[in-house]
């Protein structure tokens, strides 16, 4: 018996199967098409294996309250085609195990915490910087959610004194998706993020803005760690920005530790929220 595992996301999904020491033994990635596309692939790859449970950490929104009728289903999403799928539901008709369902980047938080970045700590925070911006919440050892799961990209942010853009998100224009994630980069430059030269000016807004979601971060939660992720992320001097405006915009108000240890790039990098969903599928079991 195995445990299965997806990271679904917007672009592609993750799809991997292991023993029972979470040791992976195969894993492919499967498009993100349309939802019946979608599923059929995913159930090609899944039937070959014996599944004592399945983890996933999929894109959102998703409905998480087990007593409201949209549980399982992915709600109002920009990913054309996907706006109330019950996800979920149609896995669950396919298999009949026990599940975990969970953000994907709830699942990567919790991937970083127990075998990554945050190991030996009991809370921290996963803010992924791509293509959007979202982030996941452990405290306690425990996924953070309420009568929701937190969607921390879509806090609204102080602009910075020379950015005139309008944002790229649909809903607000300018929350910290909007001004913050890849797509604003080339909107902004006309460049992609990993094309733009180190001094770009665009970089400075870009860390003013992710401090500045830190800032709010660590006052409302004051977790133990912070970890970035994403392709955002990939760039060195962005770290060092990012740390260095953290700094001048908590002004010395709330005590955290010391800021290279505190905020750090992902320990499992492009593996947190796969690892994630497979512990997550593990405990599901119990």
Not at 73 to 102: C, H, M, Q
Not at 208 to 217: E, F, G, K, R
Not at 223 to 229: F, M
Request: proline letters at 5%; charged letters at 20%.
């Amino acid at each position: 018996m195995y445990i299965g595992a997806i990271e679904a996301g917007g672009t592609k999904m993750v799809c991997a199967v292991a023993d029972e020491q979470l040791r992976i033994i195969a894993q492919t990635e499967i498009p993100t098409t349309t939802p019946e596309e979608t599923l059929a692939r995913l159930f090609g790859f899944f039937d070959h294996y014996s599944l004592k449970a399945l983890g996933v950490g999929s894109f959102g929104p998703i409905g998480i309250d087990p007593k409201k009728d949209d549980y399982g289903y992915i709600l109002e999403t920009p990913k054309v085609g996907w706006t109330n799928i019950d996800f979920l539901g149609s896995l669950k008709k396919r298999y009949a195990i026990p599940f975990a369902w969970t953000t994907d980047v709830n699942a990567a938080a919790y991937g970083e915490l127990k075998q990554g970045a945050a190991e030996g700590k009991s809370s921290c925070i996963y803010l992924t910087v791509g293509t959007g911006i979202g982030a996941g919440v452990v405290l306690d050892g425990n996924i953070f959610q309420g009568r929701a799961h937190p969607e921390m990209g879509h806090i609204r942010v102080k602009r910075h004194p020379d950015d005139y853009y309008e944002g790229t998100c649909p809903y607000h224009k300018d929350c910290l998706e909007g001004l913050a994630a890849g797509p604003s980069l080339e909107a902004r430059t006309g460049i992609k993020g990993q094309d733009l030269a180190q001094d770009a000016p665009v970089w400075e807004m870009q860390a003013y803005y992710i401090a500045q979601a830190l800032v709010t971060y660590t006052l409302t939660l004051a977790p133990e760690k912070i970890i970035l992720g994403g392709g955002v992320m990939n760039q060195d001097h962005l770290l060092d920005k990012i740390r260095q405006q953290f700094v001048e915009q908590m002004a010395g108000y709330m005590e955290s530790p010391e800021v290279s240890e505190y905020i750090v790039r992902w320990g499992l990098p492009n593996k947190s929220g796969i690892i994630g969903s497979l512990l997550l599928g593990k405990e599901a079991t119990a």
